[in-house]
Each structure stands twice: as C-alpha cells, then as structure tokens.
C-alpha cells in the first residue's frame, strides 16, 4: 500500500495564479484532512471531509476550496494565490473520523512570490 | 477550543541517556491524545494514542507516553535515545465531542548528540 500520495511535492506560483493540490489514499479510510505547516505554528487544519459526499471547514479556510471527488481523492484548491499561502500543506486521512489516528502524507512545498 | 503546549522549542540530549519530550493540553471533556514524530522533508508519522484505559502508553520506536490528568500532561519518553531520534516531535489533542478538529502544538525539535 502506498498510503497517502501527494503531488506536486514543489510548486512555484505567482500572486493570483490558481492551482490544485492532489490527494489521494489505498487504505479505504471514509476521512480526509488538509493541513497547513508554518514555522513555529504547528499544523492548522484547513478543510476535512469526514465522510464521502461530505466537507467542512477548519481553523484556517480562507483562501481555499476543496472538493472530496471520491473516497479515495480529497483536493485542495488555491483560486488566487497569495504570498501568505506560501507554506507546507499535508494530506491526512483516517478510518473513523473522531477517535482514529490520521495518516499523513509527504506534503506539497508552495511558495507563493 | 482545546490547544496544546509544548513548552520548549528544542531538547539536546546525549545518545544513551533518558528523552523527555512535554506536553500539556487544554479541553473540555475527555481528551485524545496523540503524538507524531515528522524527520526531515518527510509527512508526520503516529507514535502511539491515548483514548482511554492504562495512562502509560507504549508505542513505536521504543517510545512511550503517561497521560497524567490531574496535570493534563501527555509527556513523550525513551529510556534511551538514539543519533536517529533526532526529528520533530508534535503533540496533539482532541476532545471528546462532535468536534473533528485535532489541535497540534507547535513541535519539538529533537537533537540527540553522539
């Protein structure tokens, strides 16, 4: 099993270019998270999808669309990139989507100029 | 909301001798406790859980964490650490309601000095 992918693992954007990060996950699991990384922050969750059909929103949404386009696959879309969106963004997923650990990804490194 | 210290930015420790890494939280109602171990350009991996049941937790890599209520602390622990232990440790908490969101710390670093 390969777990959860991410691509691009490096992307360079310009202020106002859009893009979308890929997800995907083999282990069947029904939740799927997005997360932020920033130096001295910890991870800040952007958007999770506690089952297929379903999205909510987390600590930090602004900026950001995602679309959960089957159990697999969780995507996270920047409409208008800016410099404050450069950051390492993590996919997650897990099998219950309360109690149960969350398996990462390799993450995407944005840098927004 | 609940939230997570971890109060030092970095821990030295010599190879060979005990780790500690701290963590104290803050929720309402029973917590979940997790921490996760992230090595350099890589995802974060799971360490081990509390849910409910023994404090002491055993994970993997020889790690292991007591839950301690009275001090709502999740202190991370190896007996003896190892040059490949060096990486970035998070902390994090979820409490026991219908809210999804796992709240992390903003991490440790590690440095285990041969």
């Known amino acids: 099993n390969a777990g959860v992918t991410q691509t691009p693992k490096f992307q360079v954007l310009k202020t106002g270019q859009s893009m979308t990060l890929q997800c995907a996950q083999d282990m069947n699991h029904n939740s799927m998270y997005w997360y932020r990384q920033d130096p001295g922050m910890g991870l800040r969750l952007i958007y999770y999808s506690a089952s297929e059909g379903t999205t909510d929103k987390g600590e930090v949404p602004n900026g950001y669309n995602v679309s959960r386009l089957n159990k697999r696959e969780f995507s996270l879309r920047l409409e208008s990139a800016a410099p404050s969106q450069t950051s390492v963004y993590f996919c997650?997923?897990?099998?219950?989507?309360?109690?149960?650990?969350?398996?990462f990804g390799p993450g995407t490194r944005l840098t927004v100029l | 909301a609940q939230s997570v210290a971890q109060p030092e930015d970095q821990v030295n420790v010599a190879e060979g001798n005990p780790l500690t890494v701290k963590c104290t939280y803050s929720?309402?109602?029973?917590?979940?406790l997790f921490w996760y171990v992230q090595y350099p350009n890589r995802g974060l991996q799971f360490l081990l859980k509390?849910?409910?049941?023994?404090?002491l937790v055993k994970g993997s890599y020889g790690f292991e964490a007591e839950f301690n209520k009275s001090q709502t602390s999740f202190h991370l622990k190896k007996p003896s650490a190892l040059v490949s232990d060096s990486a970035l440790y998070f902390c994090a908490v979820r409490d026991g309601s219908e809210n999804n969101r796992l709240a992390f710390g903003k991490g440790n670093q590690v440095v285990v000095i041969p």
């Open positions: 929720v309402s109602g029973n917590p979940y």
């Open positions: 997650a997923s897990s099998e219950v989507w309360r109690t149960d650990t969350q398996y």
């Open positions: 509390y849910i409910t049941g023994d404090n």
